[in-house]
């Protein structure tokens, strides 16, 4: 793993702030959201980023700095002090450790990093005092685009991960817009040797063509002819799964949307249907004649002020 100030960019002498700016520009710059299609650019965001974890921890970061621990947040045989030993034994009255020779406790520390165990002699074992299991990736982002239909029926839908291969995902039930969705161990391997991230899969609800959310409830436009309108009739109406059927009333009245009880989101909102009459596109003598008709001989005023609001 690299030097993580060579990754960041910045000196050793950096400042926490100038730590977090470097890091939040090459974030920026590798984050898999703008970089789908390139597994490189992913691979610097994880190494940025386990890079930033350390830096960004004051004590990994002294302890890097004086060679206690590496990039990956190991430790090495740098960070520990043998000059208070000479070569060879110290006696009992001599200024060893607990009467151990540099060579005892040598052999202690070395078993850490899979040598020989030796036990001190109170009987304790230092084998594995100084052994950390490798750590973890760092959690990489993805996020997934999905409709209304597939948000209110917890469809599974396709993921395409940091990695580049795609995943089918099953939505939680009644998920909402920027809910994320923990994929545990998806991420990318730990360069340490380490198990995997996971990858935080963001959700986003693209907008419909025809339905318009309010909660859970919908609303839609529903075109209409004037005969269906005077007449009344039946009428085709789309909801998130199979088409409805609503009946309109001879002379409805438009302005009053019909409401479709639990055919809004998860069952459980309402869907209401706006209708909206439409003429024939080219015109039609006929009914230019019964209008004017209607115009001079059964004229009546829908715009005039609602008596219950003065």
Do not use: C
Not at 30 to 46: C, E, I, L, R, T
Not at 110 to 131: C, H, L, Y
Request: hydrophobic share 35%; aromatic share 6%; charged share 25%.
């Amino acid at each position: 793993m690299r030097d993580p100030y060579t990754v960041l960019g910045v000196p050793r002498s950096a400042s926490e702030k100038d730590v977090k700016i470097a890091y939040r520009k090459l974030a920026k710059s590798y984050h898999p959201d703008q970089n789908q299609d390139d597994p490189k650019a992913q691979g610097k965001f994880a190494e940025a980023t386990n890079a930033y974890e350390l830096l960004s921890d004051r004590e990994k970061r002294s302890k890097f700095d004086r060679g206690e621990i590496d990039a990956a947040g190991n430790p090495t045989m740098a960070g520990f002090d043998f000059s208070g030993f000479a070569n060879g034994r110290r006696g009992a009255g001599g200024t060893g450790t607990r009467g151990h020779s540099a060579e005892d406790i040598l052999k202690e520390f070395m078993g850490g990093f899979g040598g020989s165990r030796a036990g001190g002699p109170m009987g304790q074992d230092f084998g594995g005092a100084f052994k950390q299991p490798p750590r973890r990736s760092a959690d990489a982002v993805a996020s997934v685009r999905v409709s209304l239909e597939q948000v209110s029926a917890a469809s599974a839908v396709d993921v395409r991960l940091p990695s580049g291969r795609s995943l089918s995902v099953r939505l939680p039930k009644k998920v909402e817009d920027g809910q994320q969705i923990r994929l545990k161990g998806q991420g990318a391997a730990s360069p340490a040797g380490g198990p995997p991230g996971d990858v935080l899969v963001t959700v986003r609800i693209a907008r419909h063509k025809q339905f318009r959310r309010e909660g859970n409830h919908l609303h839609v436009d529903v075109p209409i002819t004037l005969y269906e309108a005077v007449l009344g009739g039946k009428v085709r109406v789309p909801t998130l799964s199979t088409p409805g059927e609503i009946t309109l009333p001879a002379g409805v009245n438009t302005l009053k949307a019909l409401r479709l009880k639990g055919k809004g989101m998860f069952g459980e909102g309402d869907l209401f249907v706006h209708l909206t009459i439409v003429l024939p596109e080219k015109g039609d003598p006929d009914l230019e004649s019964l209008m004017r008709f209607w115009r001079d001989q059964k004229p009546y005023d829908v715009r005039k002020p609602d008596k219950s609001s003065t």
